[in-house]
């Protein structure tokens, strides 16, 4: 699985939107970008996943840049319960269920 | 919809002894993984199961074996704990390896003494 990039630490203000970046510069063509979060002390949590094209959700927007080397996971109205760790993560779906989780960004939605 | 179970959620433990933690994945979910989370690893796959068959492994010791049953539920074992093995397990449930989602449970904390 490709590796992903992200910065270690990121803070929003409660009601803004909240713009996580990955990069994964290494990513192959096969290689589906997932996005989970991890609130403080529970499992992991899955909020969208992509390939070529922008997806939304209830939970959040996935933009991906054309070349496929980078995304961003968007939170359209953070909240308090929004801060979390989140993951970004590549995959190829056909390996199995294993996920290689990075270090991830730690994301602070301040009141 | 019942969510992924895990047991028991605490435990203690001394260096050599052995333990089994246990997983029960959302119905109908047929796909097992186990995970180690620790502060200077992050987390880590263990191993996968489906149809009570290990499908995938992680970089670990054979201390750490597991199993699956044809409910799907699934167990893990460490023996001869070590205080590294101090961790939260974290059990992931899908329909079938490589669904598009995982479902996480709320983890096993493990200490070591």
């Known amino acids: 699985d490709a590796k992903t990039t992200q910065p270690t630490s990121m803070d929003c203000a409660e009601g803004r939107a909240a713009n996580l970046p990955c990069n994964h510069s290494?990513?192959?063509?096969?290689?589906?970008v997932y996005w989970y979060r991890q609130i403080h002390s529970q499992g992991p949590q899955y909020i969208i996943h992509?390939?070529?094209n922008n997806e939304t959700n209830e939970m959040a927007s996935l933009i991906i840049t054309e070349d496929r080397k980078s995304s961003t996971l968007i939170l359209p109205h953070a909240t308090l319960r929004d801060t979390a760790v989140y993951y970004c993560?590549?995959?190829?779906?056909?390996?199995?269920?294993?996920?290689?989780f990075g270090e991830g960004t730690q994301l602070t939605v301040n009141p | 919809k019942a969510g992924v179970t895990q047991t028991p959620r605490y435990l203690i433990k001394t260096r050599g002894q052995q333990v089994t933690l246990s997983c029960s994945p959302i119905?109908?979910?047929?796909?097992v993984s186990w995970y180690q989370q620790t502060p200077g690893q992050g987390l880590q796959f263990l191993f996968e199961?489906?149809?009570?068959?290990?499908?995938n492994k992680g970089n670990f010791p054979g201390r750490f074996s597991g199993r699956q049953f044809s409910n799907s539920r699934s167990e893990m074992n460490v023996s001869t704990l070590e205080l590294g093995d101090s961790a939260l397990y974290l059990c992931?449930?899908?329909?079938?390896?490589?669904?598009?989602?995982?479902?996480f449970g709320p983890g096993t904390r493990l200490l070591v003494l």
């Open positions: 992931a449930s899908s329909l079938f390896p490589g669904a598009e989602t995982q479902y």
């Open positions: 290494t990513i192959s063509g096969n290689e589906y």
């Open positions: 992509g390939l070529k």
């Open positions: 993560i590549v995959r190829v779906e056909t390996s199995g269920s294993r996920l290689t």
């Open positions: 119905s109908g979910h047929r796909s």
């Open positions: 199961y489906f149809s009570e068959t290990q499908r």
